[in-house]
């Protein structure tokens, strides 16, 4: 997946690679009984332009339901650490995924309030990513502002 970012004075560019896509569209809530699922996304940050090359999957210590996700299992922390590390501190927590149960999601006011309180603690922007039953909803979150993105 492919989008442009609003970033900087060029053109800058946000690269989701399909292999994360594919990993993640198991969560996607086609079934009415499905949980919400949720992780973070890492990637590498060049200049201006961001490339998310995998993300952290919900663990078994997460509490799911239809409408909800919360991120307790240790293992999202874990990964991005070890990520973190091995890449000589070059593959980085760039934004955070979760599941909608709609065909076209878009975000909830928990999830703009939430999103916007994380955006504000951070210098570098982050993307946002919501996996509805069918369609996405992409964003991207730099201090309090928050952007949906175009996807190509």
């Given at each position: 997946?492919?989008?442009?970012?609003?970033?900087?004075?060029?053109?800058?560019?946000?690269?989701?690679?399909?292999?994360?896509?594919?990993?993640?569209?198991?969560?996607?809530?086609?079934?009415?009984?499905?949980?919400?699922?949720?992780?973070?996304?890492?990637?590498?940050?060049?200049?201006?332009?961001?490339?998310?090359?995998?993300?952290?999957?919900?663990?078994?210590?997460?509490?799911?339901?239809?409408?909800s996700f919360w991120r307790r299992d240790r293992s999202h922390q874990h990964i991005a650490t070890r990520e973190w590390q091995a890449s000589g501190e070059t593959r980085d927590y760039v934004g955070e995924w979760h599941t909608h149960?709609?065909?076209?999601?878009?975000?909830?006011?928990?999830?703009?309030?939430?999103?916007?309180?994380?955006?504000?603690?951070?210098?570098?922007?982050?993307?946002?990513?919501?996996?509805?039953?069918?369609?996405?909803?992409?964003?991207?979150?730099?201090?309090?502002?928050?952007?949906?993105?175009?996807?190509?």
């Open positions: 997946m492919l989008a442009r970012l609003p970033l900087g004075s060029g053109e800058s560019m946000l690269l989701i690679e399909d292999e994360v896509l594919n990993e993640l569209n198991p969560y996607r809530q086609t079934d009415p009984q499905s949980c919400e699922g949720a992780g973070v996304l890492l990637g590498y940050r060049r200049a201006d332009h961001i490339h998310i090359v995998q993300a952290t999957l919900p663990g078994a210590d997460d509490v799911r339901s239809r409408f149960p709609e065909t076209h999601p878009t975000p909830s006011s928990v999830d703009l309030s939430e999103w916007r309180a994380l955006c504000e603690k951070r210098q570098a922007p982050l993307i946002l990513l919501i996996l509805g039953t069918e369609g996405n909803w992409l964003g991207v979150g730099r201090g309090i502002q928050l952007q949906e993105l175009e996807a190509r």
